[in-house]
């Protein structure tokens, strides 16, 4: 399976400031995602990831909160923007590969809002 | 769309019991079960996966079982130990459909030494 790496590992942010999260892939894969994981919950589709065009935002999403860039086949940014303690959460990227579109995550972002 | 329910969302077992985790899904077109571990402040591993053509599929000490006119799926894990216990997610997905798999709400395993 593909190595997936994420940066930053954690943070802890203001309210009203945005972060960048980083999701690097070893190999090119079509298909990338972000999740969103608050503590002791399921993980939660934010969008896919799409190369070359806008991102496919999940109900309850939208691209001014969370815009995404997908600038080839092996990166992608999250940005959650304008953060409130609400947003405190885990955030992961994973990718798809293989016959049935097996997905595999990166280590994740946690994140604290303050 | 896909809908996933998952029981028990927490199992207490003794270290060397059998464990069973229990999936629902609401599409029947759904193909693809795999399921995930999470330890503790990890990633989603995926540990094992069963495709509709299959009724069980085993792996050393894990086997997954799916029913498909029942629309429901398992998880066994036999001779358990402390190192098996983390959430359990369990998921559904349609290849040729939209791909993304719908995400069960995760059962804690606790292994007690």
């Known amino acids: 399976s593909a190595v997936i790496s994420q940066k930053p590992s954690r943070d802890i942010c203001q309210r009203g400031t945005s972060l960048t999260i980083q999701c690097q892939v070893d190999?090119?894969?079509?298909?990338m995602f972000w999740y969103r994981q608050q503590p002791g919950q399921s993980l939660t589709l934010i969008a896919t990831?799409?190369?070359?065009?806008?991102?496919?935002?999940e109900s309850g999403f939208v691209i001014d909160k969370f815009p995404i860039s997908r600038p080839n086949l092996t990166f992608s940014t999250l940005t959650v923007s304008n953060m409130s303690p609400e947003d405190s959460s885990i955030y992961l990227c994973?990718?798809?590969?293989?016959?049935?579109?097996?997905?595999?995550f990166g280590p994740g972002t946690r994140l604290t809002v303050l | 769309g896909e809908n996933v329910e998952q029981h028990p969302s927490t199992l207490s077992v003794q270290e060397g019991d059998s464990a069973v985790i229990k999936c629902t899904y609401s599409?029947?077109?759904?193909?693809?079960f795999p399921w995930y571990k999470q330890e503790l402040g990890k990633r989603p591993q995926l540990i094992i996966d069963?495709?509709?053509?299959?009724g069980e599929k085993k792996d050393q000490r894990i086997a997954v079982t799916l029913n498909k006119t029942a629309k429901h799926f398992s998880l066994h894990i036999t001779e358990t130990q402390p190192e098996d216990s983390a959430v359990y997610f369990c998921?559904?997905?349609?290849?040729?459909?939209?791909?993304?798999?719908?995400f069960g709400r995760g059962t804690s395993l606790i292994v007690h030494p």
């Open positions: 994973s990718v798809a590969s293989g016959f049935y579109n097996e997905q595999f």
């Open positions: 190999s090119q894969v079509t298909m």
């Open positions: 990831a799409n190369q070359g065009s806008e991102a496919t935002y």
């Open positions: 599409d029947s077109a759904s193909n693809y």
């Open positions: 069963i495709r509709s053509n299959v």
């Open positions: 998921a559904a997905s349609l290849r040729g459909g939209s791909y993304i798999p719908t």
